[in-house]
């Protein structure tokens, strides 16, 4: 059964939709009905409930290579060690 849904979108939109759907040979209610379709699948994963990053995502933000030097490197590790020490 199909149900007649009303939208309200930017004519512009609606105009570039409707000849991108023209070029594809698709009617733009199977490709709004496809995309609502997709949509509520990803929204009903589990993955897409979490709104914390990934794993992955996390570890990345944190291991980006960073450029020290040598010298800068065995100066962090000194303050580090005096720090450790209490000296």
């Known amino acids: 059964m199909k149900t007649k ?3 309200n979108v930017d004519d512009k ?7 991108a759907s023209a070029r594809k040979k ?4 199977s490709v709004v009905e ?3 379709d997709k949509f509520s699948e990803r929204s009903l994963s589990p993955k897409s409930k979490s709104k914390e990053p990934s794993l992955l ?4 933000k944190y291991t980006h ?5 040598d010298e800068q490197l065995d ?3 000194e303050e ?3 720090k450790k020490h209490v000296l």
């Open 65 to 69: 290579p960073v450029d020290i030097t």
């Open 34 to 36: 496809d995309y609502l």
């Open 13 to 19: 939109i609606v105009a570039r939709a409707k000849r």
């Open 75 to 77: 100066k962090q590790r």
């Open 80 to 82: 580090y060690l005096r």
């Open 26 to 29: 698709v009617s733009l209610s």
């Open 5 to 7: 849904l009303t939208l």
């Open 57 to 60: 995502e996390r570890i990345r």
